[in-house]
Every structure is written in C-alpha cells, then in structure tokens.
C-alpha cells in the first residue's frame, strides 16, 4: 500500500467533489444530488468556494454534467440492484460517495472502488478519520495503471465474482485513455456475466459542439493538460456504440445531454443543464 503520509487525492477528483457540493450549496432546490461528503473527505479549507474553477456561474455546464452523470449511475444501480445484481465496480472512482450516502442500497452490494494506489490511501486514511470505515461490502481496489498494472486481477483478487452479473460505472475516465485502451477496456467488460450493465462516459469531438460550448471545452481541456491529465480520447456517439457492439456487447445505447437534461432539470427557472459535451454509453452483456 502507498504511504498514506505522502499519499493525495487526484486533483481532478477534488474538483469533482467540490462541484457536487457547490451544486448544494449554490443552486436552488430540487437537487439531483445531494452530495456534501465528498467535500468533507477532500477537506479544502474554508475559502474553497474563492477558487477559480468555482465559479457558480462559470463552471454551472460543467456541474450540471457531474451532477447528471452521477444521478444517472445511482438509479441504474437503485435498479438494478432491485432485479437482483449483486456487485457494484466504480472504476476511477476517486471522491466517489455512494457507500456513505446510500449504505441502505450499498450495504445490500458488494461494492468495489478501483482506482490508483495513493489517491486510494489517502481517501482510506480520510474515511477513517471522519468515522465512515471500510465496511465489509466495500472493497477498495487499488491498482497501479502506469506500472502496467491489471485492474481485472485486481478485482477479482478482492473477491469479485465473474460469474455473477454486475453494474459497472466509469466516469469521466474514458477521455484520458487512448482508445485502444478504451476499446480494451470494453472487450473485457463484455465478458462479464450476462445481464451486466456498463455506464461509461466520454467526451464529444470539439467539433460537435457549438462555438460557446467548444470554449468552454478547450478550457477545461488546457486545466487538465497542465495538471499533468490531458484529455486524449474523443467519441462521437456512433462511434462509440460500435466500439461497443464490437466488443461484444449484447445491446448499447446512447444516453444524450438532452435526455439527462429532459430527466433532471426540466421546468427549472435558472437554466441549469448539462451541455459540456460529456455524454453516455450504457451497454450490457
């Protein structure tokens, strides 16, 4: 295990969790998520919201989008946990708050969060301090990708059952592979047990948006760059049905901006909505 000493969460993580919360904090009710725990394990001091990509107005496409996203996965899982499915697997999970804020749908799961070793040490080191534990259902994963490591080995070595259907979630992962690592990813996910389901994001081509958006990508893109994760990897939605039909998925379809909007912030008055060109695959096996 890394030093939990030196060990840090991703940064990208951190902004994620802060945005969860500024969506609580700055935007009017109803929430789709309601999500504050994050904050609270990335403990950013009192002047958080003084940030520059903080801005509740500036960065509102990209809170929406996370906020969306996450809702999304949350019902999928609410579910299909009610048909039966047994195993949730958060791949990238970082500042992920699904066992802490629903322990009523976890805790009947067993739960596997996979991500980089010292962010992962350092979010263990965190739950214990603010009282949450490691229940015995939640399994942290920590597995090294730059080393080359097998996230696949990993899982099942933390007692993951291949032979028994799952719900895989990965989130803002997608654009930070190449993709044939994208496409690797996928042919081992299709050999999950049938009635598997996968919800993976990815991010459009610049050119599928329009010119404000576009901006706002390129901005978010040149933050990502120069915090050591460039964006890599761009999908438009056609294309990445196919990489998953080739995979050998059974069925896949493709969850839009509008249908997220249509689902979570339709009748709303201050124009919150996603639109920052981060959309859905979900495909099942």
Known sequence: MADEQTAKPDSTAVRVALWRALHVQADAPPHVLEDEIGLRLAGPGDDWRSRGDMDPSATSWFRASIVARA???EDLVVEQAGQGVGQYVIMGAGLDTFAQRRPEV???LRVFE???????????????????????????????FEAGGSWWDQLAAAGFDADQPAVVASAGVAMYLTKDANAATLRR???LAPGSTLAMTFQLPPELLDEEKRAGLQAA???AGAAGTPFISFFAPPEMLALARDAGFKEARHVSAAMLNQRYFAGRTDGLGTSSGEELLVATT
């Open 71 to 73: 809702r999304f996965v």
């Open 106 to 108: 976890a805790s009947r």
């Open 114 to 144: 996979v991500d980089q070793p010292d962010p992962q040490a350092w979010k263990r080191q965190r739950l214990a301090e603010l009282g949450y534990g490691i229940p015995d259902w939640l399994r942290l994963v920590p597995v090294d």
């Open 189 to 191: 996910l299709a050999s």
């Open 221 to 223: 893109a040149k933050g």
